[in-house]
């Protein structure tokens, strides 16, 4: 087993996890087995519990953990499934080391740090490894280098290089280098505080990367050598570019992959990022251009979505077209002529979320993507307001609404699942992870599944459609294209999709497929949502054209 540690300086949010993943995607690029494990210092157990303003959006594995955003994105760049193993937090580490000491597993030692909370972060990292049968493993330590929480992470890991065979282990550090726009230099001061910090926990970094908004002179990469104790060779860039999706090709063109075989003893490889650069290819020159106008309420907050967003991109990159986002706050959607906020838009996409803030407003998105014949896509949350629109304005139904938002509602048609009502915490305790979605035959579902007649798909949420609605509302026409077979006390199950006959395309779905999306694999709703928004656009602009010569839609 092969270890490299991935660390970060001077501020957070440099983009560890981008660079992390694109390193595992050359690595994979070569042949090898690859796995990334994420560190996160903060004492939550996971993610789950946090708000997308300020963590970005939770990721769900398969197995159903509630993780940190950088786990997603391992996912796509090495295009594997992850598990709640390759999230390890404070949390995690302490919980699990007094409930150690309680049951006495210690034998009446003094717990501390140094060597049981170590330990225990050693082996939740190998046991991460060994579980996947991997040959080399990835660990991004989540934080800032002379963070106060990650002093124990760093620890843990400066012992791997003594506990392991020389040639096992190799430490990457990435840094920021400031460009002063005023006297037009890079300045690397802050870089050799940093490694001089991460030296002073006994950690001498293998390679620096070093994040910069464009790419440094050389004279940059030979000072950050010279002051950091590291051969000039082993200093990378990882400098703005248009698209996260060109990164390995950058950090390949400079030669990491070679510095990583040769500082782990791999065999070399010539690697096929064909791949890579096949996206980039489509992302730099679209052959078209859509507008997916997402309604939702963290629209402040880009990352609240990011899946969803890259599951976008790779339904763009599959349909070789340039996807474009119109974010729509939904709480703007509540009151007036709603349309100046639509104009332009090729398709509406609703996307998960909870509590009641901009709920009024998803429905009238919903309602007005149904009423316009413009293609919509409902995610989890989206499928509920769909339901509830539908149900309100064409089932006759009305006040209907989600218990979740009044309880008191004369038509529940959205309302809580049987096996929460207990449910006293909210960690950990939605249903989540991989589900069994049954479909419909001679669906538009079963179109975009290319006829598969069982999925599965990833799901975070505690409501569902209300099986007692479930008749009344497809006899008014909403079709019931999936179900998870086998729902006890569901009738025929519990309602995965919904769709409408003779809408263009008008799919929601219970589940989060964004989750699985991946550059190379994309999310098939995904996929064929944004061929519909391309339909649209093209009919639109023929029309203009047909009305007025122009070569754009009115």
Known sequence: MKYIFVTGGVVSSLGKGIVTSSLGAILR???????A???????????????????????VTADGA???LDIGHYERFLDIDLGRANNITTGQVYKAVIERERKGEYLSQTVQVIPHVTDEIKNRIRSAAQEQDVEVAIVEIGGTVGDIESLPFLEAIRQFQFDEEDGDVMYLHLTLV????TSEEFKTKPTQHSVATLRGVGIQPDAIVLRSEKEPPQEAY???ALFTNVRPEAVFASYNVPDIYQVPLVLEEQGLGKLVEKKLRLEPVFPNLGIWSDAVKVLRSPEDTVTIGIAGKYVKMPDAYLSLLEALKHGGIKNRVKVEVNWIDAEGLVEGDISDKFRGVDAVLVPGGFGIRGIEGKIKAAQYARERQIPYLGICLGLQVATIEYAR???GLEGANSTEFDPYTPHPVIDLMPEQLEVEGLGGTMRLGNWPMKIKPGTLLARVYSGAQLVY??????????????????DSGLQISGVTPGMAGRGAGLVEAVELDGHPFFLALQSHPEFKSRPMRPSPPFAAFVEAALRYRRARRKLAQGASGSAEPA
């Not at 400031?178 to 726009?181: A, G, H, I, K, M």
């Not at 949420?461 to 609605?469: F, G, I, K, S």
């Open 178 to 181: 400031p460009y002063l726009q």
């Open 393 to 395: 304005n064409v089932a």
């Open 29 to 35: 690029a070569r042949g090898y087995k690859v796995t």
């Open 457 to 474: 798909e990833r799901h975070r949420h505690r409501y569902e459609v209300n099986p007692d609605y479930v008749e009344r509302l497809s």
């Open 66 to 68: 509630e993780t940190d």
């Open 222 to 224: 030979k000072k950050v």
């Open 37 to 59: 494990v994420k560190v996160d210092p903060y004492i939550n157990v996971d993610a789950g519990t946090m708000r997308p303003y300020e963590h970005g959006e939770v990721f």
